[in-house]
């Protein structure tokens, strides 16, 4: 699943200088999952929905390292002419995302399968001194994704962290749509 940046109306009419800390804590906390707040509404044109599959990888493994980080490690070359797999047609992608958060491992592995990597945008959710690619590599004989095409790795912290995010943010959006007022244990 490649994370596409939105933009999204929720018809809220704020004055940049009447802005509060906690509405830019906001609009920061939306813009880093990709979503700016706009005076107008998403509008989005109905697409049929083999038109909204991609291809995915051909392969999903778990790699745990000694330290006991997680990762998946996709491959995307299959058997020579064979077709790559699509993703899922007419199913709903977001909500399922969002539940990852708090889900068990196997739930999380069903879901990367079904829909393939996040791409870059993993690396925003982590730490800097998060190592880039699992140490285990090696002895698989691949390489970053940077080298080479034909394998991604993400950690599943990354992923976890992602769904709790936006889902808080879907919340909070919610909520300002609603009119409702944002308190700090809402972050």
């Not at 609009?27 to 989005?44: I, P």
């Not at 698989?140 to 943010?169: F, S």
Request: charged fraction near 25%.
């Amino acid at each position: 699943m490649y994370v596409l940046g939105l933009v999204l109306g929720f018809g809220l009419r704020v004055k940049r200088a009447r802005r509060s800390h906690e509405w830019r804590e906001l609009e920061a906390q939306l813009e880093c999952v990709g979503v700016a707040l706009q005076t107008s509404s998403l509008v989005l044109e109905p697409q049929p929905a083999e038109g909204l599959r991609y291809p995915v990888p051909v392969s999903l493994e778990l790699l745990v390292e000694s330290d006991g980080i997680e990762w998946l490690a996709w491959t995307w070359q299959g058997p020579v002419g064979a077709t790559p797999p699509l993703s899922p047609a007419r199913r709903a992608c977001l909500p399922a995302f969002m539940r990852l958060g708090d889900a068990p491992l196997r739930k999380v592995l069903a879901f990367a399968r079904a829909w393939g990597p996040l791409g870059e945008g993993w690396r925003r959710a982590m730490p800097g001194s998060f190592p880039p690619y699992p140490e285990c590599r090696e002895r698989l004989g691949r390489r970053p994704i940077n080298v080479d095409a034909l394998y991604a790795w993400e950690p599943v912290e990354a992923w976890r962290r992602l769904a709790r995010q936006l889902a808080a943010t879907l919340r909070l959006a919610a909520r300002l749509q609603r009119g409702e007022a944002l308190r700090v244990y809402h972050w």
